[in-house]
């Protein structure tokens, strides 16, 4: 009984994990169909930037909380950069933009390797996050796992309520369903892609922020994410946020029990096939809509 | 109001409309009629700032707006209701509505007039507008563009593909918003009858080129007829 709950929590916080660093994807990949292979590198920005506010704020737990509106608009600018810089440019040509991104990901993370070194670097963790939560029935949750899991609920919950109820929100999905209806409703759609890639990838920066808990900062992190994320997006269903948060706690439940049945890297390559096995059956994902360039 | 001038437009360097000029009289409706393929909806999505011409001018109040992109022509008091009852499909009635809305100054006035205008948009806000009937969401089309309060309204065959009983109501309406007074028109229609009632200035387009052209009334219908050929 212990041993399955503790198994399903771990589950539960992979997805919350996923959920984070996939979240801003289904934004700019989901709604507005632009492979950005440099998200990863935005939450890399996010983690350094725990790392910089804590050589100016001692205090962990402060500087945590400091940290993640900073890191949101550190990210969320590079976002802006980008997609004003090149991404503009690329829209009805998914191959371009995914080789220009991914060549400004090996830039964003040689310039990681010059400013900060090569080797990872240590963040100190506030107490209260250091240990277990205890729970009744000699049960007890480790306090990072749980903070990382409300963090990724805030944001999900702070994005749908975005989507559904702002007027940003609303433009957003108008200029998703239909661009040029959308631009003769007085809608300036420019504008309003610039804001969703903010959004996205100040997703990213929280995501990086949350990271910062359980894994080490280290210039190559952003690499070893975004397939994730990528996976989540894609089968979840292009487009769909509701997709996007089953995926990712369905893949980290079963993320969990693999890893308890085999290895770490055996659990991964299993849910990979799992994936790729469901898109055969499902191409389309676990929920469909029509998004610009893609599907 | 509007005023076109020897304009040449199309897709990938061919070009639909060759050499077009034409003109809406301020408070006035004209249409454009003409067989499918002749350029019509081509020349409202040039109007609209949907399509940039590769020549000719497009002027608004005197001014040139011919590289003006599309959501400024709307601030300048233009509206476009595109052909095919287009909408938000995954965006309530109200959503649709909301947008034009936001950020407008009365614009929750401007929406409660629309709505009073179509009445039969009121039922249906809460209902995603991709479930609606085609006449439901051609009525909520025309209201989301009413509610930027408009002087030139933009109509690409607003009664295509709907029921008869709807066409009617339809046609009531765009009659009624002429009538007033402070909206100009540019419609395109198949509906010859409809099209003459409504219009003051008539404009015969075929193969892109305007090839006739003359004053809206009773004569005018045995003439389009016979530049049409039906």
Request: aromatic share 6%.
């Amino acid at each position: 009984m212990t041993l399955l709950f503790t198994q399903s929590f771990t589950g539960v916080s992979i997805g919350a994990v996923l959920l984070l660093i996939a979240l801003g994807l289904s934004l700019t990949f989901g709604q507005m169909g632009v492979i950005n292979m440099a998200h990863g590198e935005f939450i890399m920005a996010g983690a350094y930037t725990v790392y910089v506010v804590q050589k100016g704020i001692s205090g962990a737990g402060t500087s945590l909380f400091v940290a993640l509106p900073v890191a949101f608009l550190v990210a969320g600018a590079m976002g802006v950069l980008l997609e004003w810089l090149l991404i503009r440019r690329l829209y009805a040509r998914p191959l371009d933009t995914l080789l220009v991104t991914w060549g400004v990901s090996l830039v964003l993370q040689q310039l990681a390797r010059d400013i900060f070194g090569a080797p990872n670097v240590q963040t100190a963790a506030p107490s209260w996050l250091t240990g277990a939560v205890p729970l009744p029935g000699d049960l007890a949750l480790p306090a990072s796992r749980l903070f990382i899991l409300i963090l990724a609920l805030a944001a999900i919950g702070a994005l749908a309520a975005t989507m559904r109820l702002t007027p940003l929100g609303r433009r957003i999905r108008a200029v998703v369903q239909n661009r040029d209806l959308a631009k003769v409703s007085g809608i300036p759609t420019a504008t309003v892609d610039r804001l969703t890639f903010f959004i996205g990838s100040g997703l990213a920066g929280v995501a990086g922020v949350a990271l910062t808990l359980v894994g080490p900062i280290g210039p190559a992190m952003g690499t070893n994410l975004i397939i994730d994320a990528f996976l989540v997006v894609v089968a979840g269903g292009i487009g769909r946020l509701r997709g996007a948060v089953i995926t990712a706690f369905a893949l980290g439940l079963l993320q969990a029990v693999f890893e308890y049945a085999t290895t770490v890297s055996t659990a991964k390559v299993l849910v990979l096939a799992g994936v790729v096995l469901y898109l055969q059956w499902r191409p389309q994902g676990l929920f469909t809509l029509r998004t610009r360039s893609l599907a | 109001m509007l005023t076109i001038d020897n304009l040449v437009a199309g897709y990938d360097r061919s070009p639909v409309l060759h050499d077009v000029s034409l003109t809406v009289p301020a408070d006035g409706v004209a249409t454009v009629l003409g067989h499918n393929g002749a350029g019509k909806s081509t020349l409202l999505r040039v109007a609209a700032g949907l399509l940039k011409p590769s020549r000719g001018t497009v002027r608004f109040d005197g001014e040139d707006i011919t590289r003006l992109p599309a959501h400024k022509r709307v601030a300048r008091g233009m509206a476009y209701v595109p052909q095919g009852q287009q909408c938000f499909p995954h965006l309530t009635a109200l959503e649709n509505l909301q947008l034009v809305a936001d950020g407008r100054r009365e614009g929750r006035a401007a929406l409660d007039e629309a709505l009073d205008l179509f009445p039969a948009v009121r039922e249906t806000l809460e209902r995603r507008a991709g479930l609606l009937s085609g006449g439901q969401r051609q009525q909520l089309a025309i209201a989301r563009a009413l509610i930027s309060r408009p002087r030139l309204l933009l109509l690409d065959e607003p009664t295509e593909g709907i029921q008869p009983s709807v066409v009617a109501e339809i046609e009531t309406r765009i009659l009624e918003l002429a009538a007033r007074g402070g909206l100009s028109v540019l419609l395109v229609e198949q509906h010859i009858g409809f099209a003459l009632r409504a219009a003051e200035q008539y404009y015969v387009l075929e193969a892109g080129r305007v090839t006739s052209a003359g004053s809206g009334d009773g004569a005018a219908e045995g003439a389009v007829r016979e530049a049409l050929s039906v």
